[in-house]
């Protein structure tokens, strides 16, 4: 495995690397969630490039940038475990040589549920990637459906600048007890630990009273609200049943749509999501 710095390092490395190049964008502090990409990248690419980049623009000014956890050497044991071929490790004056002043914006899909409470945060997402994209110039790149606005962000961005790159979403990998795979899970604190997969079953009970005939996305909402509201500790940030790819909010659960949940616990936000699929009638 090799590990690069600089951009001009990595295109002298890619140049002559087999086809398809698969990617893995990260913010590092590997944990199982990026091992899945990593290993879907490996069963479907020549090579396999890693980024660790925790990326200063898609944070605000009161966000967690300078306490994000990070542990570079951990995260190269298990690149290379994983079967990744190239990490890109670049410092922020690699990827931002001076005062930033182009960014991309997904309008309409940057500003509601997680943009509504973090106004800067997909502007960012979306111009590392696409910075990002045009350094490496993958044939492929693989994001957890985890996350899943971002996802959807970064399909849309990249098919509206052309930007040639298939978007792999996968799936999201959770604890036995329920709880989304995440970086920022070692904030939580033994008691908040423990009521975090209220989320999950939140999602689940969405689930099951669709399963029992339930289709009104409010009533669905409101299913995973009363989850939360018996959580102790506990608040709700929003629960909403959306539209697959615009994310806008529907009426009535007739065709696939996702259920996307936000909790305040203690001082963090944990967000989770799930598919709804409607039974056949
Ligand atoms: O999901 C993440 O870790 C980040 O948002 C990403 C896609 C690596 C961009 O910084």
Redesign the pocket.
């Known amino acids: 495995m090799r590990v690069v710095e600089t951009v001009a390092d990595l295109r002298r490395l890619l140049a002559g690397a087999p086809r398809p190049v698969g990617f893995v964008?990260?913010?590092g502090y590997l944990h199982q969630g990026h091992m899945s990409l990593v290993a879907r990248a490996r069963s479907e690419s020549a090579t396999v490039v890693l980024s660790i980049?925790v990326?200063p623009t898609?944070f605000g000014p009161n966000e967690d940038l300078d306490r994000y956890p990070r542990d570079v050497p951990r995260d190269l044991r298990m690149s290379d475990e994983g079967g990744v071929d190239v990490v890109f490790a670049p410092g922020a004056s690699e990827v931002y040589p001076r005062q930033h002043r182009t960014f991309v914006e997904v309008k309409g899909l940057q500003d509601r549920w997680e943009g509504a409470s973090r106004p800067e945060h997909f502007r960012g997402?979306a111009t590392?990637?696409t910075l990002l994209f045009r350094m490496l110039q993958p044939d492929r790149a693989y994001?957890g459906e985890k996350?899943y606005q971002?996802l959807q962000i970064v399909r849309r961005l990249t098919e509206d600048l052309r930007l040639d790159v298939e978007i792999v979403g996968c799936p999201t990998i959770r604890e036995p007890d329920g709880l989304a795979c995440s970086s920022r899970n070692v904030y939580l604190r033994p008691d908040e630990r423990q009521r975090a997969p209220a989320l999950h079953r939140a999602l689940e009970s969405a689930q099951k009273a669709l399963h029992a005939g339930v289709r009104r996305g409010t009533m669905l909402r409101d299913v995973m609200t009363s989850v939360i509201e018996q959580t102790s500790g506990a608040t709700l940030d929003y629960a909403a049943v959306v539209d697959p790819e615009t994310l806008e909010p529907v009426e009535s659960v007739d065709h696939e749509a996702r259920a996307l949940i936000a909790v305040h616990l203690g001082n963090l936000h944990l967000i989770d999501n799930a598919p709804l699929i409607p039974p056949h009638k």
């Open positions: 964008p990260t913010m980049f990326n898609q997402v590392v990637v994001f996350d971002q």
